[in-house]
């Protein structure tokens, strides 16, 4: 048993979606809304996804791909063109059938018989359909290629478990549907998509991830190609992160993307489509997340640096907080990674321990608090969430001068992030197994009683058709799935641990979210 | 007749309604989804609403106001609690009432009569009673508040006349909802939303409006009273371009925010919500645009500046990319409006001519062109999209050096912006009629023959009841509403207009969108 009081009532290692669901209560981030299948994100849940979007939309945009907005609602004709596509999405959908109330006469309402949509509305689980209709409107000329769109949206897909960030039933992501002359040049795009969310992943959320292609089993309902980044949570479990897919001609032919090409010819397009969503602060808590709440990145939290000053309802209080002022007014000048710092002065009533564990179970990087003593010796109190604790089980306060504080915030938030990140890539290779060569050795390295054991790259033959559903099968009762084939994998130089064939690359199998 | 060739068909003057929507088109800001009543917002409308986001968004969070985000569905019950509420929103709204699709057996799909919901769900038309919900959950004391709130998302209201970006059954919009411990903290709330408002449609979209309190008969349904930003369009009519609204503890008893006061006795807290749209699309349309389309004042152009190479597909194209290039990096080190200059280095394939009429239309507020003769001397051709035509009749270049056209970048956009917001402010004052007495006189100024007469600014007694129905009925007749009236309005010192007896105020009379 550890001394430390930690500020979470369930420990990650005893009951794990216990502890997620606690951080995401304790860590204000969202909770459940009284509609079914839907949540609220909170303001500081919402205030991650903010920087999220603002970061990967800067990516988004020095891509030269166009933010635009297409309608919540799909014709139910949209989802019976592309067959493949129908059968992956048409199952659990919010479908709209009117478009009007009238009073029940018990004091209620009731949907107007009157009103009845001659033709069902879906609310969009995803927008290739609609995206496409437009595309074909906009598509004549190969110099109208490359088209590369995006959208910011809510997207809905009716789920009957949910879990906050994880699963839900509406959700908000971003989707990239983009069309090309040539397949080449619908793969490029469908890697820069995949590196772009790699980068972001790493880079910014601090969330290590392996890029690369998912079996056939695994695509996109209608694509021939889809990749991945996949994230190794603290249970050992995956999450896909990001998904970008090469949807061939198919959704072209669907939706009447064609265009003349260089020889005069009518050619169909290349499409491509690439998103991701909310799903990524599930992402955030299960990487970053302790036993004392969420640690949130410097680069995607929303505010950097908490101040708090110990008010005590006294005449003292005023020259305390203008010597907190000050000091937000001397950080605020401050950069870190390009952007100007984001400190909060939390001025609002209340004990000040308090409100520490209010900032440490958020997750904010860094905490000032300044008390009567700190303002006297021109000092502060300095505490760095991903240093909580130090060797005596206290928070590890340091008593730096008040300009030292202000100069070093740049150089300590560059070091939080550069530390959080290298943490999360240690604890994630010492848990991807490489040796397992036999089915049965697969068996026991992911046993039940095994505690949380990581993911295995093992080697296979690349199956395809029933020969693949059969892998596919044996590994579901285990409750295993293939993740993704990295792109950094080492070759093949074995046999297929399934098939026994000579492999022909290194996949990832893993239990997942 | 003038000589110059504008760029669009239709003259403002001749088919203001016709000309509008040639002017969405021409733009390339919006176009019908074939989804009824939902329009696609193109990249470049949807750019400008980008724009409009951020910096609304930043005078939001300087307020305190957290951003959130709430669900999509509102069950049915939620719109029963408040009455009034009920009335003016319980009408045309999109129900869900299904979660699932079955195939039916003729190739397409229908709703499953097994997947009936049992409460309808409603797409949202705005968001009080669901965020009433959670503030009931987390407001509990005095110190809980002031709670402040916005959320910027899509709701849908069921429209059967739709019109791009100002009637549409989608729409995008921020509704702020704050909630506070007395009335008078509410209305100071109120308040600072509009002039929140009032400086962002001035200052940024440089659209003058008309800060005022909307008579009785035009307040939210539910409201004490409603505040808005009234904007006069280029065919005189008023077009309302934000709200502010004092809900008093009507809400709060309908979703039960109650709190404990420093007291210590139960009180209900008193709401407020305020809303801008992507309707400011169309106000921004119908104030700056003209007979060459659009015209976007510099804060919110997603493009300030679009440089355009006459590219020959010969060996002088290089060249001449590389000068452009380096006219790109030199004026993007500038700033102007606090932020870096948004440059486009438009080098896509076709003849310059025509992509000079693209951007004029878009309203991008300069274009620069270079050819290899501006190249050899080291100047460009810059144009101003305020100062289109020159005397005769041609498209107004100016030749400068490269250094200097980059140098006065800055200036010549804040000149750009000022001088639309001064000529919108030149035009509407000189629409506004003071003079008006009596109701013989107001409908002779707006009788059907005059042309486009603008606004009266009349005294009146502020009936209320069934007196004030008579006077707006009286108005409708001559399909003519109250618009607001003005807080910076004169004091009134004669009869009611419309009853003769002594007025309290002035009030805005006028037709509007």
Same mark, same amino acid.
């Given at each position: 048993?550890?001394?430390?009081?930690?500020?979470?009532?369930?420990?990650?290692?005893?009951?794990?979606?216990?502890?997620?669901?606690?951080?995401?209560?304790?860590?204000?981030?969202?909770?459940?809304?009284?509609?079914?299948?839907?949540?609220?994100?909170?303001?500081?849940?919402?205030?991650?996804?903010?920087?999220?979007?603002?970061? @990967?939309? +800067?990516?988004? #945009?020095?891509?030269? /791909?166009?933010?635009?907005?297409?309608? !919540?609602?799909? $014709? %139910?004709?949209?989802?019976?063109?592309?067959?493949?596509?129908?059968?992956?999405?048409?199952?659990?959908?919010?479908?709209?059938?009117?478009?009007? @109330?009238? +009073?029940?006469? #018990?004091?209620?309402? /009731?949907?107007?018989?009157?009103?009845? !949509?001659?033709? $069902? %509305?879906?609310?969009?689980?995803?927008?290739?359909?609609?995206?496409?209709?437009?595309?074909?409107?906009?598509?004549?000329?190969?110099?109208?290629?490359?088209?590369?769109?995006?959208?910011?949206?809510? /997207?809905?897909?009716?789920?009957?478990?949910?879990?906050?960030? %994880?699963?839900?039933?509406?959700?908000?992501?971003?989707?990239?549907?983009?069309?090309?002359?040539?397949?080449?040049?619908?793969?490029?795009?469908?890697?820069?998509?995949?590196?772009?969310?790699?980068?972001?992943?790493?880079?910014?959320?601090?969330?290590?991830?392996?890029?690369?292609?998912?079996?056939?089993?695994?695509?996109?309902?209608?694509?021939?190609?889809?990749?991945?980044?996949?994230?190794?949570?603290?249970?050992?479990?995956?999450?896909?992160?990001?998904?970008?897919?090469?949807?061939?001609?198919?959704?072209?032919?669907?939706?009447?993307?064609?265009?003349?090409?260089?020889?005069?010819?009518?050619?169909?397009?290349?499409?491509?489509?690439?998103?991701?969503?909310?799903?990524?602060?599930?992402?955030?808590?299960?990487?970053?997340?302790?036993?004392?709440?969420?640690?949130?990145?410097?680069?995607?939290?929303?505010?950097?640096?908490?101040?708090?000053?110990?008010?005590?309802?006294?005449?003292?209080?005023?020259?305390?907080?203008?010597?907190?002022?000050?000091?937000?007014?001397?950080?605020?000048?401050?950069?870190?990674?390009?952007?100007?710092?984001?400190?909060?002065?939390?001025?609002?009533?209340?004990?000040?321990?308090?409100?520490?564990?209010?900032?440490?179970?958020?997750?904010?990087?860094?905490?000032?608090?300044?008390?009567?003593?700190?303002?006297?010796?021109?000092?502060?109190?300095?505490?760095?969430?991903?240093?909580?604790?130090?060797?005596?089980?206290?928070?590890?306060?340091?008593?730096?001068?008040?300009?030292?504080?202000?100069?070093?915030?740049?150089?300590?938030?560059?070091?939080?992030?550069?530390?959080?990140?290298?943490?999360?890539?240690?604890?994630?290779?010492?848990?991807?197994?490489?040796?397992?060569?036999?089915?049965?050795?697969?068996?026991?390295?992911?046993?039940?009683?095994?505690?949380?054991?990581?993911?295995?790259?093992?080697?296979?033959?690349?199956?395809?058709?029933?020969?693949?559903?059969?892998?596919?099968?044996?590994?579901?009762?285990?409750?295993?799935?293939?993740?993704?084939?990295?792109?950094?994998?080492?070759?093949?130089?074995?046999?297929?641990?399934?098939?026994?064939?000579?492999?022909?690359?290194?996949?990832?199998?893993?239990?997942?979210?």
């Amino acid at each position: 048993m550890s001394a430390i009081r930690h500020a979470l009532t369930t420990r990650r290692a005893d009951d794990f979606a216990g502890w997620y669901q606690e951080v995401v209560s304790a860590a204000d981030l969202a909770e459940e809304s009284g509609v079914r299948g839907c949540m609220v994100i909170k303001p500081w849940g919402y205030g991650i996804w903010e920087r999220m979007q603002r970061l @990967l939309d +800067a990516r988004i #945009k020095d891509a030269g /791909v166009d933010n635009a907005y297409f309608p !919540l609602f799909i $014709p %139910l004709a949209n989802f019976t063109r592309e067959a493949a596509h129908v059968e992956g999405f048409a199952k659990e959908m919010a479908v709209v059938t009117h478009h009007r @109330l009238i +009073a029940d006469g #018990k004091g209620g309402l /009731v949907p107007d018989p009157e009103a009845k !949509l001659e033709e $069902p %509305l879906i609310v969009r689980p995803t927008s290739e359909t609609i995206i496409g209709d437009a595309m074909a409107r906009w598509v004549q000329s190969w110099r109208d290629l490359p088209l590369k769109i995006n959208q910011w949206a809510n /997207v809905v897909r009716w789920e009957m478990r949910t879990r906050m960030f %994880l699963r839900t039933s509406e959700f908000l992501w971003q989707e990239g549907h983009t069309a090309h002359e040539t397949s080449e040049d619908a793969r490029i795009e469908t890697m820069r998509a995949l590196e772009m969310y790699r980068a972001f992943a790493q880079d910014q959320c601090a969330i290590p991830v392996i890029a690369g292609e998912k079996p056939e089993n695994e695509r996109f309902p209608g694509a021939v190609e889809t990749w991945s980044i996949e994230a190794m949570m603290q249970d050992g479990k995956a999450l896909q992160a990001g998904t970008s897919h090469y949807l061939g001609t198919s959704f072209a032919d669907a939706s009447g993307i064609r265009f003349q090409d260089r020889e005069g010819t009518q050619q169909l397009a290349h499409t491509v489509s690439w998103g991701m969503s909310t799903r990524m602060i599930g992402g955030l808590i299960m990487t970053h997340g302790d036993d004392d709440g969420l640690r949130v990145p410097p680069q995607i939290a929303p505010w950097q640096v908490v101040i708090l000053p110990m008010l005590r309802g006294d005449d003292g209080d005023a020259a305390l907080l203008e010597y907190c002022e000050a000091l937000k007014i001397a950080a605020t000048k401050e950069w870190a990674f390009d952007e100007k710092l984001r400190i909060l002065l939390d001025s609002r009533p209340g004990k000040v321990a308090a409100k520490r564990w209010d900032w440490v179970r958020r997750g904010a990087p860094v905490i000032i608090e300044v008390g009567p003593r700190d303002m006297e010796q021109g000092r502060v109190s300095l505490l760095r969430r991903d240093r909580l604790w130090n060797a005596a089980g206290k928070a590890d306060f340091t008593n730096p001068q008040r300009e030292e504080a202000t100069g070093s915030l740049s150089a300590v938030l560059a070091d939080i992030q550069a530390s959080m990140f290298a943490g999360a890539v240690e604890q994630r290779d010492a848990r991807i197994e490489r040796g397992i060569t036999g089915f049965e050795q697969l068996a026991a390295f992911f046993a039940e009683d095994q505690h949380q054991p990581g993911w295995a790259e093992v080697q296979w033959a690349r199956p395809t058709g029933t020969e693949l559903e059969q892998v596919v099968e044996r590994l579901k009762a285990l409750k295993l799935t293939f993740r993704n084939v990295p792109l950094d994998a080492a070759a093949a130089d074995g046999p297929c641990l399934f098939t026994g064939a000579p492999a022909v690359e290194r996949i990832l199998v893993a239990r997942a979210y």
